[in-house]
């Protein structure tokens, strides 16, 4: 009876799961598929193997695709580092030295809640002045901005788990709090980095509404840079597939790579509290 519940939650599971995938598959079969068959109609099922689309993401066409790929590799990638170097020692402060106390964690929360276009405007004026717009530091420090919160929670979780009589064993033996943030707790936060790295990465990469705004031409990512298949002379539908599979591959392997530390640093403080 139990095994029959198990197979049937498994089967539930991966229809959801297929259900989810369908606009991967979809991206995939099109990005495959000639211009011809494509204006045939999306439900026209003939597999015809044609690999110029991917050829034209990756310049045949004449589109810059590898730069886009550079700058979202470069603003994924400072965006984690400045995330951890902001987020862990802040957390640190809250939970071990009682900086701001509980409630600085659910204004965090609270400023996780508030959609991204909130700031948008803001970040626009401000980067204008400072002549930032169009830059890749400037779409870091936005994309670093928005994920500042979740890292924050995700470390503050992970660090209550921490047995603190390891900390009060290296203030005796003289170490101060930067010594002891570096030395010991920042090698046991392992899977909480792991977390943290991972799912910056993905909303860094995957982000759209600061990159369309804050970008223009220097700094554009893959997200935005798809865009430029669409022409004056029509939609390049298989061009734009072929560049959003290219887009998914980082971060897919990126994630699939940190799987076991991403879920065992989410589920930090989940039993405890």
């Known amino acids: 009876m139990k095994q029959g519940r198990n197979l049937w939650a498994t ?7 297929l259900f989810f995938l369908m606009p991967i598959f979809g991206a995939i079969y099109t990005a495959l ?3 011809n068959a ?33 700058n979202s590799a ?4 400072g965006t984690v580092i400045l995330t951890v170097f902001i987020s862990l020692p802040a ?27 909130f700031f948008i405007i803001p970040f626009y004026k401000l980067f204008t002045n400072l002549g930032m717009v169009d830059s890749i530091r400037g779409l870091i420090l936005a994309n670093t901005f928005v994920n500042l919160t979740l890292a924050l929670l995700i470390f503050a979780s992970a660090i209550k788990e921490l047995p603190y009589e390891i900390e009060e064993a290296a203030f005796v033996d003289g170490a101060g709090v930067f010594r002891t943030l570096w030395s010991i707790i920042l090698p046991l936060m392992g899977p909480g980095l792991a977390a943290v790295g991972v799912l910056t990465f993905i909303f860094s990469w995957s982000d759209y509404l600061f990159a369309v705004v804050l970008s223009s031409s220097e700094a554009t990512p893959v997200t935005v840079g798809a865009a430029n298949f ?19 591959l980082p971060p897919l392997i990126f994630a699939t790579a940190a799987q076991r530390y991403l879920v065992k640093g989410l589920s930090a403080g989940a039993i405890k509290g």
């Open 38 to 70: 494509i204006a045939s109609g999306p439900f026209v099922w003939e597999f015809d193997r044609d690999w110029s689309h991917f050829k034209n993401a990756m310049g045949a066409a004449g589109y810059d695709f590898a730069s886009f790929f550079q």
């Open 91 to 117: 957390a640190y402060s809250i939970v071990r030295l009682g900086f701001g106390g509980a409630w600085l964690l659910r204004i965090a929360l609270a400023l996780r809640i508030l959609p991204a276009v």
């Open 33 to 35: 598929r000639t211009d």
């Open 74 to 77: 470069l603003i994924s990638i």
């Open 230 to 248: 669409v022409t004056s002379y029509g939609v390049r539908w298989g061009d734009i597939s072929a560049a959003v599979t290219l887009s998914i």
């Open 11 to 17: 089967f539930v599971a991966s229809g959801f799961g």
